[in-house]
């Protein structure tokens, strides 16, 4: 049986939407292992770089966004599960969640007042545009609902989603330069602080370099994040003439 020829195996991947989820896998499991040999460095995290290669992939190929989601709407779909299974951990420490309610309830809201405050007022102090102010202003909640808020609010959510990307990547970078000065050692407080900065890159590093306590800790964070920072932003921002 004669072997195809590349240009016709070409025609035949790139006419299957599952081509752009293999893309997609192999790109973050290329990005994993380069991570891992540069010392598991947040500031080249895996996501980041499947990002990066992604977009050369489809620049290379002339692919358009809508063809290459028809293949990786599987993992997206997943996401919406893979969400809502951070609860599973969670629930094995409910009673500890439920001794620290209030400080938890406390610390999420300075910590969005104060993600949001800094955002905003020094993109105004440097005379960003009104759109590019509220589109930072939700940088700390993870994407879809920071792209959600921001679409509402008038700004741009492509941005917006960029903007996430780069908090999660720093939270991850100074997050732990942070406990050692501060000497933070309780993996709850870690988790959630992580989670509540970071959003979802904070919640899979807890998971994966602190502990189980820290991850369902960040889980927490960054699901009461999303849920507060809709309520909150719209009137903080509002406070600041926008």
């Not at 610390?107 to 930072?136: D, H, K, N, Q, Y």
């Not at 792209?147 to 741009?156: C, T």
């Not at 960040?218 to 507060?228: F, R």
Request: proline share 6%; hydrophobic share 55%.
């Amino acid at each position: 049986m004669p072997v195809p020829a590349l240009d016709q195996l070409w025609v035949y991947l790139s006419a299957s939407p599952l081509l752009h989820l293999l893309v997609t896998l192999l790109a973050f499991m290329g990005a994993s292992y380069l991570n891992r040999l540069l010392g598991g460095t947040p500031f080249l995290h895996p996501v980041v770089l499947t990002i990066a290669l992604i977009i050369g992939f489809l620049t290379l190929t002339d692919t358009d966004y809508a063809t290459y989601f028809e293949g990786a709407q599987f993992i997206h779909f997943l996401l919406g599960p893979a969400t809502v299974a951070l609860a599973i951990p969670l629930y094995d420490y409910r009673e500890r969640v439920r001794r620290m309610l209030v400080p938890i309830l406390l610390s999420c809201v300075a910590g969005i007042v104060t993600a949001v405050t800094s955002a905003v007022g020094v993109a105004m102090l440097m005379g960003a545009s009104r759109e590019t102010v509220l589109t930072l202003s939700p940088k700390s909640v993870t994407s879809p609902i920071a792209m959600g808020i921001v679409e509402k609010l008038g700004g741009i959510p492509s941005l917006a989603a960029g903007m996430v990307l780069i908090t999660g990547s720093l939270g991850c970078a100074l997050g732990p330069v942070i406990f050692r000065l501060v000497r933070v050692r309780d993996p709850s407080v870690q988790g959630f602080t992580m989670g509540l900065a970071a959003h979802g890159f904070g919640t899979a590093y807890s998971f994966s370099s602190i502990g189980a306590v820290a991850g369902a800790f960040a889980g927490l964070a960054m699901g009461l994040t999303g849920l507060l920072t809709a309520f909150i932003l719209p009137p903080l921002v509002h406070l600041f003439g926008l």
